[in-house]
C-alpha cells in the first residue's frame, strides 16, 4: 500500500472549518483514499473516500488534488465532539487479498472552544 | 440497522491463559476483519474473513488465530498469552462483495489487559 504522510496534531476553533492535509505521493492509479477518524477509547469511524473527484457527505469533504499526490479533508464547521484522531489511508481497489487498512498515526485534530 | 458488536467489552486474563473474542457485523455484511490497537504500534490488521474463509493476514504469531461462523459472526482467539498482548481489539464488517470501494465499520472493541 501507498504510504501518507499527515502532520501529528492541529488545533481548530469551534464553529470554524477544520482543513486536515494529507500527501500520499506515491499513490498509485488504482488506489483510494479513505479518511477514518478515532475519537478516544472508540473505534474507527469511516468518514469519506475517493479515488479522484472531489466528494462530498454529511460528514465531511474531500478535495484531491489533480495529480492526487495530496488530499485535505474539511469538517466545515468543527465541534468540539470532533476532537479526534483522523487517519489518512490509501488502499486500493477492493479484491482478494486488498481488503485491510493500514493506519499511520494520524492527525490529533483539537477543537477548541 | 445495528452497528458493529464486540463481547466482551473488557477482559482481564493472567499470562499464560488463552482468551476468545467475538465479533457480531452488521447484518448483510459478510467480511469480518480484526485489528490490534496498542500504545506503541498504533492500529495493525490481524486477519480477514470472508465466507468463513480467511482471506488476508497481517504479520502475527501463530498464537493469534480467527475463525468466521456461516452467519458472519467472528472469533479471534490468542493462546499463550503474554503482557504485549494487551491492547484493544477491533473488529469492523464491510459488505465487501466486490466492486471499486467499501467501507469498514469497528465495533468499539475489546480491551484485554494481560496480568
Known amino acids: 500500500d501507498a504510504k501518507t504522510t499527515q502532520p501529528p496534531s492541529m488545533d481548530c476553533a469551534e464553529g470554524r472549518a477544520a482543513n486536515l492535509p494529507c500527501n500520499h505521493s506515491?499513490?498509485?492509479?488504482?488506489?483510494?483514499v479513505y479518511w477514518y477518524r478515532q475519537i478516544h477509547s472508540q473505534g474507527p469511524q469511516y468518514i469519506i473516500h475517493?479515488?479522484?473527484n472531489n466528494e462530498t457527505n454529511e460528514m465531511a469533504s474531500l478535495i484531491i488534488t489533480e495529480d492526487r499526490k495530496s488530499s485535505t479533508l474539511i469538517l466545515p464547521h468543527a465541534t468540539l465532539r470532533d476532537t479526534a484522531v483522523y487517519y489518512c489511508?490509501?488502499?486500493?481497489?477492493?479484491?482478494?487479498?486488498?481488503?485491510?487498512?493500514?493506519f499511520g498515526k494520524g492527525t490529533l485534530l483539537t477543537v477548541n472552544p | 440497522k445495528a452497528g458493529v458488536t464486540q463481547t466482551p467489552r473488557y477482559l482481564i486474563k493472567t499470562r499464560g491463559q488463552q482468551v476468545t473474542l467475538s465479533c457480531s457485523p452488521i447484518?448483510?455484511?459478510?467480511?469480518v476483519s480484526w485489528y490490534q490497537q496498542t500504545p506503541g504500534q498504533g492500529l495493525q490488521f490481524l486477519f480477514e474473513?470472508?465466507?468463513?474463509?480467511?482471506?488476508n493476514k497481517g504479520n502475527f504469531p501463530g498464537r493469534f488465530s480467527g475463525r468466521q461462523f456461516s452467519n458472519s459472526r467472528s472469533e479471534m482467539n490468542v493462546s499463550t498469552l503474554e503482557l504485549g498482548d494487551s491492547a484493544l481489539y477491533l473488529c469492523?464488517?464491510?459488505?465487501?462483495?466486490?466492486?471499486?470501494?467499501?467501507?469498514?465499520?469497528f465495533g468499539p472493541g475489546t480491551r484485554l489487559t494481560v496480568t
Open positions: 506515491t499513490i498509485s492509479g488504482n488506489e483510494y
Open positions: 447484518s448483510g455484511h459478510r467480511s
Open positions: 489511508i490509501v488502499r486500493p481497489q477492493g479484491g482478494g487479498s486488498n481488503y485491510k487498512l493500514t
Open positions: 474473513y470472508f465466507s468463513e474463509t480467511q482471506r
Open positions: 469492523a464488517s464491510s459488505l465487501a462483495v466486490g466492486g471499486s470501494s467499501y467501507e469498514q465499520y
Open positions: 475517493g479515488l479522484k
